[in-house]
T-cell receptor, first 115, second 112 residues
């Protein structure tokens, strides 16, 4: 069973379109995250949710909107896609935010290409 | 504020020789530290984590790391490199799991 899954794996779209990436974890974790990895492999946190509540919202354009319908899901919706949004987006989860030794479990990534 | 520096963007070793990937951190508090590995076109996998129980931490696939507070370092080592170790390695610092800060990554190449 896949612990953290993302769909789709690849997403190719035109500038200006709106798209969503879905993430699900079956680990029973309370906390979920979205990261963006650029072409130089640099990973930057975008959002973090704990028990469906937003706890981290880094400086990200408001075209990006996360949605957590329940603890096991954290979806990422992107409006008006731009060329600079092309990247690999990773979803991750961790047990909770109370223990500093919790590791994160990562999904396989979604490669977004904006043409 | 926390930050992570990985001193080498690319390390190349021969198969069977030791691996050293360097990581230095900056943190106002006692940090939690992790090493993750990313194989090509894959997600990230945890190699090991520092839990303050012991300064020398053993991870998967023969990797280990030593926490040195005086040097603010958490270098990753392996006695003998294998071809399958070729990947991108990330050092991560966090506090209470709320703000994971990733280093820029070190690409490890293993030559036959």
């Amino acid at each position: 069973d896949t612990a953290v899954s993302q769909t789709p794996k690849y997403l190719v779209t035109q500038m200006g379109n709106d798209k969503s990436i879905k993430c699900e974890q079956n680990l029973g974790h309370d906390t979920m995250y979205w990261y963006k990895q650029d072409s130089k492999k640099f990973l930057k946190i975008m959002f973090s949710y704990n028990n469906k509540e937003l706890i981290i919202n880094e400086t990200v354009p408001n075209r990006f909107s996360p949605k957590s319908p329940d603890k096991a899901h954290l979806n990422l919706h992107i409006n008006s896609l731009e060329l600079g949004d092309s990247a690999v987006y990773f979803c991750a989860s961790s047990q909770d935010i109370t223990s500093e030794y919790n590791e994160q479990f990562f999904g396989p990534g979604t490669r977004l290409t904006v043409l | 504020a926390q930050s992570v520096t990985q001193l080498d963007s690319h390390v190349s070793v021969s198969e069977g020789t030791p691996v050293l990937l360097r990581c230095n951190y900056s943190s106002s508090y006692s940090p939690s530290l992790f090493w993750y590995v990313q194989h090509p076109n894959k997600g990230l996998q945890l190699l090991l984590k520092y839990t303050s129980a012991a300064t020398l931490v053993k991870g998967i696939n023969g990797f280990e790391a030593e926490f040195k507070k005086s040097e603010t370092s958490f270098h990753l080592t392996k006695p003998s490199a294998h071809m399958s170790d070729a990947a991108e390695y990330f050092c991560v610092v966090t506090r209470y799991g709320q703000n994971f800060v990733f280093g820029p990554g070190t690409r490890l190449s293993v030559l036959p």
